[in-house]
């Protein structure tokens, strides 16, 4: 009810005197045209950035697993051309001592080189604690570069890093690098980026962890080994 002049006058009464106009057919047909326009671009932009955001995921370093002894799925965006995580522009860029596995613990340092470095991916752990290979065969043709590290109370660190000519070729060398872990009693611990391989029991090898991580055509293989009596 609405107060005019004094009286209560009713709705309808305030709208006798209103002239109305209804929109013709043609215009309402434009306007629910519109409506479907808008709706179906903005269906559309969601569906692209569904798509995007899976394609991002799915493609970004360490994919599925971390990027932990799995193949990423597809380079990284940040990646140029021929780049990898430990590779850009051309120039190869080996983990930092800050950036090793367990730094908090062993607070590593990178030490001089030592006679060691050109070692084939095939033999792993570090000094007098790890696995060597049964049998002969020669790596594929690779090009090869290594870090060491020293830590606190002996321990011991090594980041190895190499390029391949093929994918087939990397393959080839993770297969091994799986069956040397695995016949020297070596078992993958954790999962994703924290995933690595360590000896059962309580011998040496129980001290030495092996992080192995690759891409299509280059292999990372990260070697720890913590304070123990290495004579015992």
């Known amino acids: 009810?609405?107060?005019?002049r004094g009286r209560q006058a009713r709705v309808e009464e305030l709208l006798d005197d209103v002239p109305l106009r209804m929109p013709d057919g043609a215009e309402l047909r434009a306007r629910g045209g519109r409506r479907q326009t808008r709706r179906r671009v903005?269906?559309?932009?969601a569906a692209v950035a569904v798509v995007a955001g899976a394609v991002v995921w799915a493609a970004g370093p360490g994919g599925g697993d971390g990027g932990r002894d799995v193949r990423p799925a597809g380079p990284s965006r940040s990646y140029g051309q021929g780049d990898?995580?430990?590779?850009?522009?051309?120039?190869?860029h080996l983990l930092r001592a800050k950036e090793l596995p367990?730094?908090?613990t062993w607070h590593w340092q990178e030490r001089d080189r030592g006679g060691d470095v050109d070692l084939p991916l095939g033999k792993v752990g570090i000094d007098d604690v790890?696995?060597?290979p049964t049998g002969g065969g020669k790596e594929p043709?690779?090009?090869?570069?290594?870090?060491?590290?020293?830590g606190d109370e002996n321990a011991a660190a090594r980041h190895r890093y190499a390029e391949f000519r093929s994918a087939t070729d990397t393959d080839a060398v993770v297969r091994h690098l799986r069956n040397v872990l695995g016949d020297c009693g070596m078992e993958r611990r954790g999962k994703g980026a924290d995933?690595?391989?360590?000896?059962?029991?309580?011998?040496?090898?129980s001290h030495l962890r092996v992080y192995l991580e690759h891409g299509r055509?280059?292999?990372?293989?990260v070697e720890t080994v913590d304070d123990f009596d290495r004579s015992s």
């Open 1 to 4: 009810m609405a107060e005019i």
């Open 42 to 45: 903005a269906l559309s932009a």
């Open 84 to 92: 990898t995580p430990y590779k850009k522009d051309g120039v190869v």
């Open 102 to 104: 367990l730094y908090g």
């Open 130 to 132: 790890g696995c060597t």
């Open 141 to 150: 043709d690779q090009s090869r570069f290594t870090r060491m590290y020293r």
């Open 195 to 205: 995933a690595y391989y360590t000896g059962t029991g309580t011998g040496p090898r």
């Open 217 to 221: 055509t280059w292999v990372s293989v």
